[in-house]
């Protein structure tokens, strides 16, 4: 837990992205879109279609995916992390 904070005053205090496992393995189905937000920093991208929204956080060749419907996390998938 006190490592889920830390991370989340990271997060909001610099406003980095955290694109990698740790900040990964931390997310969840069901969380909200601030939580996620709170974990990843602000997204480098996010898309609507269809009543869903999709989000990407990128880093260099690294990227988290999360999809959310009704603002609550439904999918998440990553590529280049751990590399």
């Not at 880093?59 to 009704?70: A, D, F, L, P």
């Amino acid at each position: 837990m006190k490592k889920i904070i830390t991370m989340v005053v990271l997060a909001f205090v610099s406003g980095c992205t955290f694109v990698n496992e740790e900040s990964f393995s931390m997310l969840d189905v069901g969380m909200s879109s601030d939580e996620v937000e709170g974990i990843l920093g602000n997204p480098s991208s996010c898309s609507s279609s269809l009543g869903a929204r999709e989000c990407i956080w990128q880093k260099g060749n690294r990227e988290i995916r999360v999809s959310y419907i009704e603002g609550r996390v439904v999918v998440f998938s990553q590529s280049g992390l751990g590399q």
